[in-house]
């Protein structure tokens, strides 16, 4: 699609200049003074500039109408906005202006109150919307609009863009460059007000409003998504998580599209274990864990969390709920790792870590909260899912005991263990665990017995290649991410050795499953609660 021909844009004579991210502010206006730009701006802007020793002119005497009502008021006017969208060369457009004395706005540099700042700390409620922006967005908007002939900047690192643009076309801009700004300037002006609807639909507690909306900045472009034949990026929403989005990466090559999303799948599972508890370490392989472990230390966890399946972590993604200590780096790069993202590395680790090129090293500062709420979406044909993530913990469960035999204090901790890792398994989920360690998970299958007779396959592979005559399997637990709708998948766990079970329950077939556990046996608690993850 092409738009008609738009005239050649004269040079830039007036800018208007109302930032509240000052960064790169006074080099700029300073380069644009330098070229006999007028520079219009208001409050903090133009104190900003006057103290620089830069010439401006103050947007109330160029309207001749004062701020007032806190700044709420002061570029709503017409000489503001018949400046921005005067079309040039249309004479009634001219003729107008003239009448009423509207000169042109040739460039407009606005970014906007900080509202995404401000409700990401969880300011008050007339806090976050004294930083809700108007006049900001409809300068943005008209000038936007008008690219044809006006020049738009939202963002700080544009500035060097428009002075060399200046300068190669004798002081005006590029259509090309307008275009660009333009879009860009919409998208920003979508993705505030996105933040700022969303933001008061939680404060309103309104779960499924009219419109949705979603916005984010760009923080990487990717060389491709999921496959080499599809695009991506990777964005960052206003109110970010601790985790993929805050973490540092120390070395190695650019993330992937696969490398973000196994490192998300990391870093939230093992954040479900408080690190002043227990180390934590888990094993991410194409989403699934692999291997989770808890121990004294990272090393004995990492351990555990290996044990499970020596076989894939290979080229995995290893997460860990503490900084990284020399002994656990030392262990985790004897063999070829993807990615390693914790809170934090000491100096020993980094070091070490420095001796294989190809891995990356991601400290994310903190822990995501797994008890914090928020939304989760995915595409559909035409349209998108929208749901509140997932922030059941099994702590604040209350567990029932339905079958005969109690579980032991031991088998009570291993079942929430496994609980916590089997939320985070691809439906249908079967996790074995013993001893604080995953021995076996079914992840992904169409049925659930399938996925218990894998995990049952999967653990006994994980004993011969620990050269062990002991079954993992024997003595451990299992948990379900569903209930069991037959009790060919609970026979399934209890022949691989399980003693005891923890399930959401709620099936009809419940007195038989719970039957078949009395048969054999086994201890098991219902949680009343379901961990689907498709």
Not at 344 to 358: G, L, M, P, V, Y
Request: aromatic fraction near 6%; charged fraction near 20%.
């Amino acid at each position: 699609m092409t738009d008609p021909a738009a005239p050649a844009a004269p040079k830039i004579a007036r800018a208007l200049i109302s930032v509240s991210d000052k960064a790169g502010l006074v080099e700029f206006a300073d380069a644009l003074h330098g070229r006999g730009i007028e520079i219009l701006s208001t409050g903090g802007t133009a104190r900003t500039l006057q103290d620089a020793g830069i010439s401006v002119t103050d947007v109330a005497e160029h309207t001749g109408f004062p701020e007032m009502m806190d700044g709420r008021l002061k570029t709503l006017h017409p000489k503001v906005h018949g400046g921005l969208l005067a079309i040039r060369g249309n004479p009634e457009h001219a003729r107008a202006a003239a009448a009423h004395g509207i000169p042109p706005i040739d460039l407009v540099v606005v970014n906007l109150y900080p509202f995404e700042a401000t409700a990401a700390k969880d300011a008050p409620f007339a806090e976050c919307i004294e930083n809700i922006d108007i006049g900001g967005p409809a300068m943005i908007r008209a000038a936007a609009k008008n690219h044809a002939s006006v020049t738009v900047v939202v963002d700080a690192q544009d500035y060097a863009v428009v002075l060399a643009d200046l300068t190669q076309h004798d002081g005006a801009t590029s259509l090309a460059l307008r275009k660009h700004l333009a879009a860009k300037a919409f998208a920003r002006t979508a993705a505030y007000d996105a933040a700022i609807s969303s933001w008061f639909a939680d404060a309103i507690a309104e779960e499924a409003p009219a419109w949705r909306a979603f916005g984010g900045r760009l923080a990487q472009a990717l060389r491709y998504g999921e496959n080499p034949h599809q695009r991506a990026a990777f964005y960052v929403s206003g109110r970010t998580r601790p985790g993929v989005a805050s973490a540092v990466q120390h070395q190695g090559k650019e993330l992937s599209y696969n490398n973000l999303g196994d490192a998300d799948a990391a870093i939230e599972l093992v954040a479900e274990f408080d690190p002043q508890a227990a180390a934590a370490v888990a094993i991410i392989k194409h989403a699934n864990p692999c291997g989770v472990g808890v121990g004294a230390t990272l090393l004995e966890a990492y351990a555990k969390a290996f044990r499970c399946d020596p076989t894939s972590p290979y080229g995995g993604i290893i997460a860990l709920n503490r900084p990284i200590d020399a002994a656990a780096a030392t262990e985790i790069t004897k063999i070829l790792t993807e990615i390693v993202i914790a809170p934090d590395a000491s100096a020993e680790a980094k070091a070490i870590f420095q001796t294989r090129r190809n891995l990356r090293l991601l400290t994310t500062g903190a822990l995501p909260d797994p008890r914090a709420p928020g939304l989760v979406f995915r595409s559909l044909s035409g349209g998108f899912l929208v749901q509140s993530r997932d922030n059941g913990v099994v702590e604040d469960l209350k567990l029932e005991v339905v079958s005969k035999r109690r579980p032991t204090d031991q088998e009570l901790a291993d079942l929430k263990f496994a609980f916590k890792v089997c939320k985070h398994v691809k439906s249908n989920a079967i996790v074995y665990a013993k001893d604080g360690a995953t021995v076996g998970i079914g992840a992904g299958q169409m049925s659930r017995v399938d996925s218990a007779r894998i995990a049952a396959w999967k653990s006994q592979e994980a004993t011969k290649a620990a050269g062990l005559s002991e079954p993992l399997a024997r003595g451990s637990v299992v948990a379900s991410d569903a209930f069991f709708p037959f009790a060919d998948g609970l026979l399934a766990a209890a022949e691989a050795g399980a003693t005891a079970v923890i399930q959401p329950g709620g099936s009809l077939r419940d007195d038989e499953v719970i039957a078949a556990a009395d048969s054999r046996g086994l201890a098991m608690v219902f949680t009343g609660v379901r961990h689907f993850r498709h």
